[in-house]
């Protein structure tokens, strides 16, 4: 039987039932500890940790809500206090909500880069920010939607809304944060709601030790994964926390580049979540950082804003393979 409090994702590669927390409505999460997501002008540097420009986020609404919902988005203006000024603020970032048949494609949506039919399914809404937007320090809503006009895709945890930030001319960097909400004025939780993406871009925290959480799933097909990043700066390590492992430290990126790690997935690992823990040494301020994993075959692993399975502990009574 579905409990109360919580949404259930079956997976469809291993037929396994797994619950997911009803915490995940701010994005990101309590959980992630992540600051602001970022993302920059269409003309800004890659070096300064954007490396594309485009950031998409799936919002998944449990199927037995059938009242309207909204996105509501926290300072989505360029131009104010939060923002990442380069020079004169220049620069304007759009943000759609689709919803639809075909929103969902594990071709271009599961990629590091905005290519190919990202923008698939019906476009809902669409607003385009600047500097001179009343928006600095505030919400914008999106909605009402529906959920009858989002994508049914009960494998992905029930009806999916695809929220694209985009960053359209300009070099500043636009930081910004996320709630899905049952209420356009205010942010009031949807019981089971939950958010997930396939590359995070987001801006670390500049006191030392302040410790930022992606959890990527790792469903029963997955044999190894590839853990990237990109521009942490050499200001931070990445340490790997699962059922299975108490810390595995991993390479973290310099300035301007991509690096990359390998870890074999154990069974213990597997249907569950890890834990990719990105600590700050405080020595940047500004630090902006990319991330994403592939599997084997390089496909991508989702992150979802709360943990499918909860906060991965490690357990040294678990058995290692």
């Known amino acids: 039987m579905i409990g109360k409090g919580q949404l259930y994702l079956l997976m469809v590669t291993g037929f396994c039932w797994l619950s997911i927390p009803a915490t995940g409505q701010p994005i990101p999460s309590p959980e992630e500890k992540i600051p602001y997501l970022v993302t920059f002008g269409g003309q800004a540097n890659a070096a300064w940790g954007d490396d594309d420009h485009c950031q998409i986020l799936f919002f998944v609404i449990p199927t037995d809500h059938v009242k309207p919902v909204y996105i509501r988005i926290f300072d989505p203006d360029t131009g104010g206090e939060l923002d990442e000024q380069k020079g004169s603020f220049n620069t304007t970032v759009k943000f ?10 594990e071709i271009d949506e599961e990629n590091k880069d905005p290519v190919g039919q990202y ?118 390590l990445i340490r790997l926390v699962s059922r299975a492992k108490r810390g595995l430290i991993l390479p973290s990126s310099g300035d301007d580049q991509w690096l990359e790690a390998d870890h074999i997935i154990t069974t213990p690992e597997k249907n569950a979540s890890m834990d990719l823990q990105l600590i700050s040494h405080g020595r940047k301020a500004n630090n902006n950082v990319v991330i994403y994993v592939t599997n084997q075959y390089g496909d991508f692993l989702p992150f979802y804003s709360t943990p499918i399975g909860g906060v991965p502990k490690y357990n040294y009574k678990l058995k290692v393979e």
């Open 119 to 236: 923008r698939s399914g019906l476009l809902l809404a669409e607003t385009t920010f600047g500097n001179a937007d009343p928006y600095d320090n505030n919400w914008y809503t999106f909605g009402p939607f529906n959920p009858a006009e989002a994508a049914y895709m009960p494998e992905l945890g029930g009806n999916i809304l695809k929220v694209i930030a985009q960053g359209i001319k300009g070099d500043d960097g636009n930081l910004y944060r996320y709630f899905l909400s049952s209420r356009p004025d205010i942010n009031k939780p949807i019981e089971g709601g939950n958010a997930f993406t396939y590359e995070y871009c987001f801006r670390l925290d500049s006191i030392p030790q302040s410790t930022v959480h992606i959890y990527p799933f790792v469903d029963d097909q997955v044999l190894k994964v590839k853990i990237y990043n990109f521009d942490l700066d050499n200001d931070g």
């Open 96 to 105: 759609s909500v689709y919803g639809g048949d075909g929103i969902y494609s």
